[in-house]
């Protein structure tokens, strides 16, 4: 399973990147806005810090629009990948990008049919939200697996990434599942790799040790 950062602010990459963790990273106009600097500023920053696929959001909603948006951020590095909305403009300006090579990143997929739309019309990947969906009451662990079903059955080269990722449960269900991609804050991230019985562990190990030591040069 590729890990990719679902955050623009720099200091998070870092951290991530020096865990080695880091396969890529997604931004969305929220988390750029929270930044308070522009998009290009902060996308060259993070295309310098990863070497992976950086996803960048258009914020057009008509597809001449989307379309012009999506070649202009697909000049600024070869690693970015074009965020595009499931709508219906989206999906037309996708069809014309795709066949262009632009690498795009469906986003805000809430139901399998859409990812079914998705795939056809040439999406790299799709990014179905399951923490917005339990948000509702829906089990959004079934979403991952009938699109993992869907793009098997019909040999889509399509990757599911699972974005809106709230906790490490939704990591552990999805990669059980064979999910391509998670993206996730860096809490999360830093979740994965605690667990309080290697912390209990570790303190056992070196006080042992301490007391050997004192033993041996007494
Ligand atoms: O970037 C898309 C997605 O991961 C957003 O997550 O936490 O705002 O639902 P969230």
Redesign the pocket.
């Known amino acids: 399973m590729k890990f990719f950062l679902?955050t623009a602010n720099i200091e998070e990459i870092r951290k991530g990147v020096s865990l080695g963790l880091v396969d890529g990273v997604?931004?969305?106009p929220?988390?750029l806005a929270k930044e308070g600097r522009s998009l290009e500023e902060v996308a060259r920053e993070i295309l310098d810090l990863v070497d992976g696929p950086v996803s960048l959001e258009v914020v057009s909603t008509q597809s001449d629009e989307i379309i012009s948006e999506a070649r202009q951020l697909a000049k600024i590095h070869k690693n970015v990948m074009v965020k595009i909305p499931m709508i219906s403009e989206g999906l037309k300006a996708l069809h014309v990008v795709a066949q262009e090579g632009i690498s795009v990143n469906v986003?805000l997929i809430f139901s399998a049919t859409q990812a079914l739309l998705a795939a056809k019309n040439g999406a790299a990947i799709v990014?179905p939200?399951v923490?917005?969906l339990d948000d509702i009451g829906t089990d959004s662990m079934d979403l991952i697996s009938d699109i993992l079903t869907i793009y098997d059955n019909y040999e889509f080269p399509t990757e599911v990434l699972v974005?809106?990722?709230?906790h490490p449960v939704h990591i552990l269900e999805t990669a059980r599942m064979g999910a391509h991609i998670a993206?996730m804050?860096l809490k999360v991230m830093e979740q994965l790799l605690k667990h309080p019985l290697t912390d209990i562990g570790l303190e056992k190990f070196l006080a042992d040790w301490e007391k050997q030591k004192q033993l041996v040069s007494s």
Do not use: E, I, M
């Open positions: 679902d997604t931004t969305n929220s988390l986003t990014s939200f923490g917005r974005a809106s990722v709230r993206t804050p």
